[in-house]
């Protein structure tokens, strides 16, 4: 991938996500546009729990890189190194950039294959059906969202939910936490909190709290937060640039402080504000825009800055029912956020923001 003179200036994005999809998407017309990702697709974050109880909903969600970004190049590897001139792949390549976008928010951990992403929704759902009991382990938005997709879907199964924080939802309000608790309990979800599992101590179908309480389910899900995909930047150029969470240190342009032509979007930034996938598109909107004026030569005085934003998030309940959070106002039912989001997930708004059909 060498250089011509006079082509336009190389972007290359570093992460497949929301993010570095949506960048990548937005500047592909405007510049010579590499995006690195080791999967060959992009997926709809929010919307990977439905598809765990309804497979084919996968097709709409599991989207490949080159199907909306015709005008890009996709490098499918993961990154493995940036020097001032190039970005280094786990493969082995150096690939010269101008401008550079990290967007590597978390670590994709399925198959790199559409194929073969949709075959393993299709075998969840399969483990789903033919359990009549099922542990899910962490409260969090995850582990809500997947006992209330399974519960609507398949109301007959047993579900417990074990968190080992003091209430669930942690990330947003006490009263989210509180409304998923009843909302959950009414469905007749068994909620243990404050408690762990130990996963490797199962045995026949029986597994144990730190408690010491006994849960008898016939399959589990492990729904822990995930970390930030940052440490591959510690060899990098950017080491210095981490903050103590692991998370790249961003000016309010959104460029890596002290780095003119390296921008960083989406969680694995140190913006403080909620890690959450809309505003993982607003810094790509931002970004993108302040590349373009960049790339025209622009007074860099003149580049637009990002505001973190309110704290403001819907977890789903299902097809019908969710919880939304507006500042210090928390809703939960149909009324809005069931309308809202847990019809569609937004997958709608995520395809066409991407220039795909709906
Ligand atoms: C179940 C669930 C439900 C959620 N619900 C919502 C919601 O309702 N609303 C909302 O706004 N947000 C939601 N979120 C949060 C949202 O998904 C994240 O905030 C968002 O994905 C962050 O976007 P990102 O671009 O920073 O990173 P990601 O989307 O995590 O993308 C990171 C990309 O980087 C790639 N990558 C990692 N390491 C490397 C490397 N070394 N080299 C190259 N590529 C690499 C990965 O393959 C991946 O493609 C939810 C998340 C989950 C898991």
Redesign the pocket.
């Known amino acids: 991938m060498e250089r011509l003179v006079g082509e336009k200036k190389r972007v290359i994005v570093?992460?497949?996500?929301?993010?570095?999809?949506?960048i990548s998407q937005k500047l592909q017309n405007d510049a010579d546009v590499i995006l690195?990702?080791?999967?060959e697709y992009?997926?709809?974050?929010?919307?990977?729990?439905r598809a765990m109880v309804q497979p084919s909903f996968a097709e709409r969600i599991v989207v490949k890189h080159s199907d909306y970004l015709p005008n890009a190049q996709i490098v499918t590897?993961?990154?493995?190194g940036i020097t001032e001139t190039d970005v280094l792949?786990?493969q082995g390549h150096s690939i010269k950039y101008d401008y550079l976008v990290i967007?590597?928010?978390?670590?994709?951990t399925g198959d790199s294959t559409k194929a073969g992403r949709i075959h393993h929704f299709q075998a969840e759902q399969e483990k789903i059906k033919s359990a009549n009991s099922i542990l899910i382990v962490g409260g969090g938005?995850?582990g809500v969202?997947?006992a209330a997709e399974i519960v609507v879907d398949f109301p007959d199964k047993k579900v417990t939910l074990v968190h080992r924080g003091q209430r669930l939802l942690e990330f947003i309000g006490e009263k989210a936490g509180k409304k998923a608790l009843n909302w959950l309990t009414s469905k007749k979800v068994e909620v243990i909190l404050n408690q762990s599992v130990n996963l490797d101590s199962q045995t026949d179908g029986v597994y144990e709290t730190s408690g010491g309480e006994k849960i008898v389910a016939d399959c589990h899900f492990l729904?822990a937060g995930?970390g930030i995909?940052s440490s591959?930047l510690k060899e990098t150029i950017l080491r210095d640039s981490l903050d103590r969470e692991g998370r790249l240190m961003v000016d309010s342009n959104l460029r890596v402080k002290g780095r003119s032509n390296i921008f960083a979007?989406?969680?694995?930034?140190d913006i403080p504000e909620?890690?959450?996938?809309?505003?993982?598109?607003n810094?790509?909107l931002v970004a993108a825009k302040n590349l373009k004026l960049l790339m025209s030569g622009t007074n860099k005085t003149k580049l637009s800055t990002y505001t973190p934003a309110p704290a403001a998030?819907?977890?789903?309940l299902g097809r019908r029912e969710g919880i939304i959070q507006i500042r210090c106002l928390t809703l939960c039912g149909r009324i809005p956020a069931g309308i809202m989001?847990s019809g569609d997930?937004?997958v709608t708004k995520s395809r066409k923001e991407r220039g795909l059909k709906s």
Do not use: R
């Not at 570093?14 to 949506?22: E, H, N, Q, T």
């Not at 992009?42 to 729990?49: D, G, N, R, S």
């Not at 979007?265 to 930034?269: K, Q, R």
């Open positions: 570093i992460g497949g996500g929301v993010g570095g999809s949506m690195i990702d080791p999967k992009y997926e709809i974050p929010w919307a990977i729990l590897s993961a990154a493995s792949t786990a967007a590597t928010g978390h670590a994709h938005p995850t969202e997947l729904c995930q995909a591959w979007i989406g969680d694995i930034t909620l890690k959450l996938g809309y505003l993982a598109n810094h790509a998030a819907i977890v789903s989001k997930l937004f």
